[in-house]
C-alpha cells in the first residue's frame, strides 16, 4: 500500500542518478572554492563527506528514506558535518538545475554506451553480409516473394538504417551534453559562480545559458527518446523478420540456442522468445515518449514538479533501448542461415516476372505497362518461370500477339534471352545500378560501411575520451582541494 | 458511405503529393533520356504529355477516380499519347521508389517554410525581449511566486529553446534530402539508369543507396514528426502562459483582437482562442507521431502498404504545426504587456526572500540553510518583506537567535544590506551569473541571438537556394529536350 | 497557405455536425415553443427557415465562410428573416452545449452502424467457422507450430474476441446518448427550458444534468476511442493471420482478387493490400486515442477552445473503424482456404508432442515435466513423429530409462496408445475440455454464438428504433409547429 | 550491466503475479484432486508444499532467480517434493493460461481497492459541494470570467464525472473476472479438467470459453487502462484546478500542508507538488496505455511472448491510478476554500453580462442577438456591471436607441430589472433550469448523488464480498484436502 510519501519519489530514477548527483556536487563545491566562495577547510570537510557517502549502502538503505537523491546527500552531509559546514554545498544552487544537470550526466554515459552498442551491431550485420554475399533468397514486398535478391543486400539495409540511428543519437548527445548547472532555481544566482568551470569539470561542451530556459525545458529527453523510437522501430522489423523467417514455413534461419526459449508444455518448441520480447518493447519505448510528450505538454515556465515524473520514463526507455540492441547484435552474431531454403524459396512465386518484362521492354522495344501485362497473363495462366526459356517464349507470342498483334520473338526476343531472364542469378546480376543487389554494388557498399564505421568508432570513442578526461580532471581537483588541508591537518 | 475502392485512397495526401511527383517524372524522364533508355521522340510527347497534365483541374477532376497520384498521371498519359510511348515513362522504376521519393520532394519544401517560419518567431521573442529588457515580472517555479525576473529573460528562454527547435529540424532536413529514386519496387533495375543524376535534378543532396533501404524506411518521417512534436511542445508552453497571462486573475497580457472571439453568450468575453488551439493541436502533433510509429513497428521489409498510411498523418502534423507556428509568432508580434500589473505582482509573495537569505550567508557567514531557515520562519510569520528594512532586521535577528543564538546584526548584517536585498530591482541585477537576468546579461544575450539568427537564416536560405537552382536547371533540361524536337517537326 | 482565420476553422467536422444540428435547432425551438418562450410566428419562420437551409448546397457553398456550422446556420437565418426573429433561435442555449449535443447525436449514429457492422462480422466469422469445422490446420504460438488445432476453433475465438467489442460499444453507446442540451455556456440558463423534453425529442436516453458537467467533458470521445482502439486491434491481429497466411510460404488462403492489387512492376503480384491498411489504420485509430487525451489533459472547467480541436480526431476515428469493420467483414466472407496445405502443415513440427507427453502421463502414470523430458528428448534426435508407433514407442523406452530407469512399456504405454496420440484428428477430439477444439465444442460454441447474435442484432434494433422514433416524433412536432400558423393563415 | 537473461525477465510483474499465482495453482491442484486425476497423497504433498512457498523470503530470494513466478514456484516445488509428485501440478495446464488467469486475480483484488477509492473521492467531492453551497465563485470558459457560479455547482461536476468513472471501471470488471483457466497452451487440454470449478474456487464469474481466445487476448488490459486513463484524465483537470486555484493570483484555495513542499532555495513557497505529480502521472498512465496498444497490435494468434510485456504497463498503470485516486481524495478533504477572493472574483469581469442580455431579451422582447450586441457595446464602453442600475439603464438606452432606434425602457427594461440582472446572487438563482446552479436544483442534486452513492458501494461491496467467499472456499478446500491424509498419517 503505497502511502502519501511514496507518491513524491521516484527512487529508481533517484538511484541511477546518484553517482551523476555526486559528480555535479564535486564540481559544484571545486568551483565554489576556486571562486573563493568557500573556504578551504569547509570544502576539505565536505569533499570528504562525500567520498563518505559515496557507497552502495548510501543508495540501498539512506537515499530511499529521503524525498529525493539531492535531499538525501545533503541531509547526511549535514547529519555528519553539521549544518554549519554542510549547508554551505547549496549554495548558489538549487534543486532545479542540480536535477537538470545530473540527469545531462547520467544520461551521457548511457548514451555512449548505446551508440558503441548500435556500431557493434552494424558490424555484426556487415559481417553476415558479407558472409552471405551469394546467399540468393526472396525478396519481398507486402509480404509476397517480388524479386530475387541477395540476403547480403537485406542486411546491408539494415546496416544503412542502424547508421542513420548513429548519426540521430549523435546528434541528441549534442543537445544533451551541454550544462544547466548555475542556473538555480531558475534565476541564477547572487553570487559569483563560473557556470563555464563546472560545465569543463563534468565534461560538457558547453554552457546552457538562459537559466530560465536552462531549468524548465525537457526537450532534450523528448529528442533522445525519439531517437530511440526510430531506433527501436528498426530493431523490430529485424526482430519481426527473424520471427518470421524461424517460422516452420519459412525455415529460413535458426535463431540460437540462446535466444530461443522452450515450452512448458510442448517439448518440441523453438520459440524466438527475444525477438519477440525486442519487438514489444518497441511499443514500451513509444510508451515512454508519449508519456513525456504528455507530460511536458503545456507547462508554463519555470520548473514545473511534473518535471520530475519525466526521468522515469527517461531512464526506462534509455535501459529498454541499450539491452535491445545489444540483445539483437548477439543474436544476429550467431543467427544460422538456411541457405538451401531461402534459395529453394526464391524460385517460387514468380520472382523473375519483373526481369522478364523488363527484358521484354530491352529486347522487344514494347512499352513497359504492355510488357507487364503480357507477363501478368502468362503468371495467371499458371506457367511456370522456371527454366524453358524455350516453352516460355511460345507462351508469350500467344499472349503478345493478344495485347499487341505481333509475336515478341518476330520483335527481337530471343530462347537464349528468356532463358537469362529466367535464371535467377543472372537477373539478380543485372540489377547493378547503385544501391541494387548486384556482386559489384555489394562489394561496394561493404567496402564504404566498413570504412564509414571506422570513422563513426573514432567519433564516439573521441566523445567519450572527453568526457573521460574532464571527469578525471574533476577527480584530480577533488583530491587536490581535499589533500592540502588533511597534509596541515598532520601538521 | 464508403466504398471499398475508397479504403484504398488518400486523396488528400495525393494532392499534396502531385506537384512532387511531377518534378519526379520529369527528372526520370530527363535522366532515361540522357542515358539514352527513351527516344528523343518519346521523350518529346512525354514531358509535353506531362506539361499538359500539370493543372490544377487535373488535382481536381482526374485523381480522386485512380488508384492514387502516380496511377493517375500515368493512366491520363496512356489515354493521351497512347501506351506504347505513355507507357515508357515507368522504365527503370516502381511506385515504390517513386511515392517515397515525391514525399520528400513535397515534405522538403514545407519543412523549409517552416523552418524560415521558426525563425520569424525567434526573431519576434528577441524583439519583445529586446522591448522589455526593464519590464520587471514575477518568476514562477510550481506557478507560485518564486524570485522577481524581467519579461526580457523570459522570452529569450523561449527563443532559445526554439532555437534548438531550428537546429533539429535542421538534422532532420539532412535525412530528408535525400534520393530513394532509382530503388525500383526495392532490387533497384536492370535498366542503366543514372541515379545520382535524378537527385541533382531534384535539388537532393545525395542518393539514399541501398535500394531496400531505400523503398522500407521511413525513419525520416519519424524523425521529423518528433521534431514538430518537440516544437508543438515548446509553443504549447508559450501557448500556456499566453492564456495564463490573458486571464483576469493574472492580467499580464492583452493578447491582439485578431487573436480573440467573442462569446455567443457572454458579451464581455475576450477568449484566447488562438492560443488554446495551438495547445490542442500539440496533442494533434503527438496523435499524429503515435500513428506512425504504430504503423511502422514490426513491418518486415520491403515495401509494406501499411506505408501509404504514414503520408497523411505526417500531412497532418506538418501543415498543424507550420500554421501553428505561423499563429504564435504574429500573436506574438502583437501581444501588449500590461507592464504595471506584472511590476505589482513582482512584489507579491515574498519573491525576495531568496536573495535575503542568500544575503545572510554572504554578509553574516550563515550556512544556507540556515539562513533559509531563519527567512522562512519569518515567511511563516507573515512579515512582509517590502521594504522596511529595519523592521525586517529585527524580526530576522528574533529568529536568528533562535536557530544559532546569535543576531544576524551581530554578525554583520546591517538595514541597508537588508534593504538592498529586498529592493527587487538591485535584486535581479545581482543575478548576473551566466544566463542570469540581470542586464549586462541580457544584453549579451540578446546580441548574441540576433547575430545567431543573422547565421541561421542564412543557412536556411543557401539551402533553399540550392534546392531552388537544381529545379530550375531541371525546367531547363525538360523544356530543351522538348524543344529540341519542336524545333525538328518545325523545320 | 493557411490563413490566420484557417486555423480556427474545422471544416470536416462541422459538415459531418450539420444534420445532427439541424435536429438540435429543431428540438430546441420546438420546446422552446411548448414552454411559451418564443411565439407561434416566430417559430414558424424559424423552422421554415430551417428546412429551407438544410440543404446540400448550404453545407459546400454556406457553411465554409463562417466560424463554425453553428455561427453559420445562425448567420444564414438572421439573413433571410431577419434579426428581430433569427436571433431568438438561440435563446436560452450556448454553442458550448449545442456543440456537445451535435457531436452526441452525430457520433450515435455512427456507432449504431458500426456496432451492426461488427455483428455482421461476427457472422460471417461464424459462417466460415462452421463450413470449417472439419479443417485441420496447425495452432500456433511465438509463430512456432504447437499443436493441431480446427480452423473452426482459430474463428470462434475472433467471433469471441469480436462479441467483446459488441458489448463494449453498446457500453459506450450508453455513456453518448445522454443530453447536455440546455447547459447554455455550463451553467444553464435563467429561461424555463425543458431539458428533458429536447432530450426526448432527440432520442437522447436521459438528461446529462450538471450543466458544467455536460459541457466541460468529453470522456464519452475517450470511452468510444478506446473501444475502437481495442475493436482494431482485433481487426489487425486477424489482418495480419491473413497476411501471413496469404504468403507463399504459409499458403494456406488466397484472398479474393477484390481484396488484392497486383504491382506497377511485378505481374505476378497478389498483394494483400487491404489487410496491409487494416492493419496500418489501426495505428491511426491510436494517434487519434493518443491526440484526444492528450487535449483533454489538464484542461480547466469548464468549456476550452481546445475541445474543438477533439472533434475531428473523433470522425477520423469513426470513421476509420467503421470503413474497416466493414473492409474486413467482406475480406473473411470471401476468403478461400487452402485446406490441403493447413492440413499438411499440420503434421509438421511435431505438433503432437504434446499430446505424446499427456498420454505418457495418463497411460504410464509418469509425472507431467518427466513425460516432457522424455519426448523433448526425442524430438532433439529429430524422430518424426508421424504414424509409426512402434518405433517411436521404442526410442520412448530408451530415453524412459535414462530418466527414470524403467521402460513406459513396463509402465503401460503400448503401441496403440502411441498411434492414437500421434493420430492428429484424434487428438485434436480428446481436447474436449470446456472451449477446445474437439467437435462436440466447437458444435456447441457454434450453436451458442448464433444464438447470442440473434439477441444482440435485437438489442442494437431495438437501440436503433428508439432513436428512430424519437426523431420521427420531432418531424412530426415540426411539421405541427409549422403547419398549424399556415393554416391560420390562409383562413 | 542487463545480462542476456535479464532481458527475458520481468520481474516485478512477477512479483506482483506471487499471490494470484499460488491462489491459481491451489485452485487448479483442488479441482484435479476432484476431477480424480491426481492422487490424494499428491495433492497433499503438492498443497503442503505449495504452503510453505508462500512467503516473503520466497518471492526476494527465490523467485528472481528463475524465468518467471510460474516457473519458480514449480521447480522450487520439484526440488523440494520432487518431480515424481511435484511435476504433476503442471498437468493439464500451461504457462500461458496460467499467466492469463493470474493477471486477471491480481488485476482484480487492485480494481477493486481503486473503485472504493474512486467512490470516496466522490464522497468527499460532495461533501466539500454540500459545504459550500453557498460559496460565490466565477464561473470560467476559455480560462476567462464567464458567469458566476457556485462552488457546490463546480465539485458536484466533477462528482458526476467521477461516477462516470465508477461505471467504466464497474464494466472493465465484468470483462476481467472470467476465468481463461484450462485453455493450456491454447488448445485447452485432453485431461478431463472442469473449468467452471476452478472459475468458481477462484470468484470468477465465468470461464472464458473459446481456449484460443483465452490465452490470446488481453483486450481486458486494453480495456482497463483505457479506464484508467479517463479517470486520470478528470483527476489531472482537477489537479490543474487546484493548481491555478492555490496560484498567488488566484488565491481561491489553500492547500494542505502535507500536499505541498517548500523550495531548497526559496523559502516561502508553498509548491502544490501532489497536484503537479497527479497532473504529470496522467502522462504517465497515457504512455502505458499507449505502449500496450503497440504491442498488441498485429500478433497472429495465439499467445505470443510480446504479452509478457503488456504486464509491466498493467502494474504500472493501477499502481499509478490507484495512488493518484487516494491522493486526490485526500487532498480534497483537506482543501481550504478562501471564500472571500472567489466571491470578489466573482464581481469582475461583468460576469453578470449574459444574465443582463437575458433580461434585456424577456423583459423588452428584444431578440437574443440583438440584446447580445447592446450589452457587447456597453462592456467595450467599460461601464462597470456593478451595483448602479439606472446609470447601466441609461447607457443601454443609447446603444438600444444606436441598434434598435428604441430605447430599451420604453420596451419595458426598469431600474430596478437591470438592478435584479446584476446581482450576482439573483442572477445565479434564476438559472435553475435542471443541473444548474440554482440552490433548489443543487440541493436536489446532492441528495441524488449521495443516495447513488450508497447504491453504488453496496455494488462494489457485493463484488468484493462474491470473490471472498470464494476465496474463502478455495482456502477450506485445500485445508481439507491437505488435511485428510494428515490425520492418517496421524492414526
New interface residues.
Partial sequence: M?T?K???LSLEADKWLFQADMLVDKAHVVMLREKGILKKRDVVAILNCLDKINSDYFVEHALPSY?DV??AI?SVM?KEIG??????M???????DKVATSIRVALRAELLDIIKSVNELRAELLKQAKANIDTVM????????????IFA??F???A??FA??FW?LM?AYE?INVSPL????????????D??RTAKLLGFDS????????V??R?FV??VI??Y??LM??L??L???I??W?????NFVRVHA??V??????????????A??I??????V?????????????????????????T??LLQAT?TS???V??MK?MVEKLELNKEEMAK?AQ????T???L??TI??EANV????A??I??D??KEGVA?KDNGKAVLSELDTFATRHTGKKLSKRGLTEKKVNRALNIKL??E????????AKR?LRR?LRARKSDLVTDDKLIESKDYKVGRSLDELEREVKRKARIIKVKKQS
Fill in positions: 503505497q502519501r511514496d507518491y513524491i524525498e539531492h535531499t545533503e549535514i549544518e554549519d559546514i554542510g549547508g554551505k547549496h549554495t548558489g544552487r538549487s534543486r532545479n526472396p525478396g519481398y514486398t507486402h509480404l509476397q516473394h517480388a524479386q530475387p535478391t543486400h537485406h546491408l539495409a539494415y544503412d538504417a542513420r540511428d540521430r546528434s543537445y548555475g542556473a538555480a532555481a531558475f534565476a541564477s544566482t547572487g553570487f559569483p559562480i557556470r563555464e554552457v546552457l545559458e538562459n537559466s530560465m530556459d536552462a524548465s525545458t526537450d523528448i529528442d525519439s531517437c523510437a526510430n522501430t528498426n523490430s522489423r526482430a519481426e523478420e520471427i518470421l524461424s517460422s516452420s514455413e519459412f540462446e535466444y526459449t522452450g515450452s512448458s508444455i510442448m517439448p518440441q518448441k523453438r520459440n524466438p522468445d527475444y519477440e520480447l519487438r514489444a518493447r518497441t511499443g514500451t513509444y510508451g515512454s515518449l508519449m508519456a513525456v510528450l504528455s507530460i511536458c505538454k503545456a507547462l508554463p515556465y519555470s520548473y514545473n514538479r511534473d518535471l520530475q515524473e519525466v522515469p520514463h535501459k541499450a539491452a535491445s545489444s540483445v548477439s524459396q517460387v512465386g514468380f520472382t516476372a519483373t526481369e518484362a523488363d521492354v530491352r512499352p513497359f505497362r504492355t507487364h501485362a507477363v501478368s502468362l503468371v518461370l537477373s539478380i543485372r540489377h547493378n545500378a547503385k544501391g541494387g543487389p554494388e557498399m
